[in-house]
Structure formats: C-alpha cells, structure tokens
C-alpha cells in the first residue's frame, strides 16, 4: 500500500474508533503523572489523546513504521521505533500501556501479554482494543459478508490474525497473573459513506490479491464490497470494538 492510501486508511480509522478508544481509557482513572506506552501508534491520534491527559508524565508512541508520527510535537511524547515481538523495555516502567488493533494480529500475542505485564509497574494497567467479529455474520447482506470475511480469513493465513482473540481476552488476562479485568464494549453500524464504511472499505482492500489467490473471493466480490462501502441505504453490522484491560498487581 502507498504512503498516501495508508495515511488515508489510518485517518478513516481515526474518525470511526477514536472516541471509543478515549472513552474506554478514561475508564482506568488516567492520573496526570503517569508514563504511558502507546503501541502501534499508528498516525498518533491515541498518544496525541494521551498527551494531554499526562501534562507532568510521560507518553513513548511506538510503531514498527514511523512516517505517520512526525507531527506528535507535545514535549511530553517521544516517538521510538519498535518491535514489539523482539525487543524490550525495562521492568516496571510504564503507569499505562495501551495497544488499539494490534495484538489481534500477531501471532506471539500470549508471549506479549507476558512482557507487557513485566513493562508495568506495580499497580499498571494494560489496555487492549480489537475487534470480535462475531456481530459481521449477523447482517444479511452476502456480499458485505463475502468481502469481511475473504479478509478475515486472508489476513488469518498471510500474518496470523485471530479474529476471536479478543473474546479470550479477559480470560487470558486472568491467567497471566492481571487483576480486576474489565471490558468495555463499543458496537458499529456499518453505513455506506460513513467514515466506518471507509475505513473497511480501504481495510479489506488491502487483502484483495491474497484472498483471490486463496479462492476466498473473486475480483467481481471485491468490486461489489466496495461498491456496497459507498451505497448510504446499506447498514451491517461492524464488529465489535473490545476495550480490555488488567492490572498489574501493587505486590507481584
């Protein structure tokens, strides 16, 4: 994908899940000097958010790929590029670490959550955003179907998504030695022309060679989803966006 049609995808998915994600962190108490880690910051809307919660703290915006996260100009946020599977951070040194749309896809996500746990100090919290797919086979419509899950099902093989991750969570959370788990549930229509519509519209795109080439979809399915993403008289239902959190406890 292109510079500009990435930076296009990351803004839609700004306009449609921003406010959910501010209002699932504001759940967990933000206190003003606290060091947050934002993990696949993405264009920076999270950590730009952040920032401003943590006037006298600290916010470390990380992404595997930087070029979106030139204009974080707040004194109190620094950009790292970083690998969440390789590397690491030291023990006990963040108040908050916060990953929206990311663990889902990474294969070592169970190992992560271990080291995430280390990352937090005594009395942090993790909180994790993605999506149960579950509510996208409720909507009729085949050919919204079709396209979703050609994608689901193409991003599963290509890096290892995991579209049920996320409705484990909090029980994986549990025992992994976090404490007082909570879940923050935001549901999406999916209206054509809508910023949501456009975010999915762009997303699945993304798998359209793989899920061809895999027999999941033809190019005709392709064309419809994305005739559909623009059509206002067509409602689906999106996935869900889970917020999870736990905490680390205050005496490990």
Request: proline share 4%; charged share 20%.
């Amino acid at each position: 994908m292109s510079t500009e049609a990435e930076r296009q995808r990351l803004a839609s998915l700004e306009l449609a899940y921003d406010q959910g994600s501010f209002d699932t962190l504001s759940q967990v108490a933000i206190k003003t000097h606290w060091h947050c880690l934002e993990l696949g910051a993405g264009a920076g809307s999270v950590a730009r958010w952040l920032a401003a919660q943590v006037p006298d703290g600290m916010v470390t915006a990380t992404d595997i790929d930087t070029r979106f996260l030139g204009d974080l100009q707040a004194e109190n946020v620094r950009v790292r590029r970083h690998d969440l599977v390789t590397e690491e951070f030291p023990e006990a040194t963040f108040d908050l670490i916060h990953a929206r749309l990311l663990l889902s896809h990474l294969p070592e996500r169970a190992n992560i959550l271990r080291k995430l746990f280390r990352w937090l100090k005594p009395g942090g919290v993790l909180v994790v955003e993605g999506m149960c797919w579950y509510p996208v086979n409720a909507t009729e419509n085949d050919v919204y179907r079709t396209g979703m899950n050609a994608y689901d099902k193409a991003t599963a093989t290509l890096v290892g998504t995991d579209s049920s991750f996320m409705q484990r969570l909090p029980a994986l959370l549990g025992e992994l030695g976090y404490v007082d788990v909570g879940v923050d549930l935001h549901g999406h229509v999916v209206q054509g022309g809508t910023p949501v519509a456009d975010m999915w519209r762009r997303t699945v795109a993304m798998s359209r060679e793989r899920a061809i080439e895999a027999g999941l979809a033809t190019h005709a399915d392709f064309d419809a989803f994305e005739e559909l993403m623009h059509d206002p008289t067509f409602f689906g239902h999106g996935p869900v966006m889970a917020g999870t959190w736990g905490y680390r406890p205050e005496q490990v």
